[in-house]
Nanobody
Framework: QVQLVESGGGLVQTGGSLRLSCVAS???????????GGWYRQAPGQQRELVAT???????DYADSVKGRFTIFRDNPKNTLYLQMNKLKPEDTAVYYC?????????WGKGTLVTVSS
């Protein structure tokens, strides 16, 4: 069955950059062309919030807090979804989760921790 596996988290200083990756294993198709992809994040003691999405047609959307700093994109032949994060701020510190879905079906990764120091 399809599994989503995130990587790329780590510790960076304010103003730095990270690129998160999410590999959809177990699919022979261009997974993120047939499913909406997204990134969520959850800080300690906080609710999980939507960060960015990309539709099957490639249309992107972002939370206001990350517009102009984050970019969601995909590499379809590699079945990989990315989140490029630039100009990072301490308030970006959270566990980031990859997600994907279509009508009636949803997938979630286990998360990768991003810590931004000040």
């Amino acid at each position: 069955q399809v599994q989503l596996v995130e990587s790329g988290g780590g510790l960076v200083q304010t103003g730095g950059s990270l690129r998160l990756s999410c590999v959809a294993s177990g699919s022979s198709l261009s997974f993120f062309s047939f499913n909406t992809g997204g990134w969520y994040r959850q800080a300690p003691g906080q609710q999980r919030e939507l960060v960015a999405t990309i539709s099957r047609a490639g249309i992107t959307d972002y939370a206001d807090s990350v517009k102009g700093r984050f970019t969601i994109f995909r590499d379809n032949p590699k079945n990989t979804l990315y989140l490029q994060m630039n100009k990072l701020k301490p308030e970006d510190t959270a566990v980031y989760y990859c997600s994907a879905g279509r009508l009636g079906t949803n997938y979630w990764g286990k998360g990768t921790l991003v810590t931004v120091s000040s």
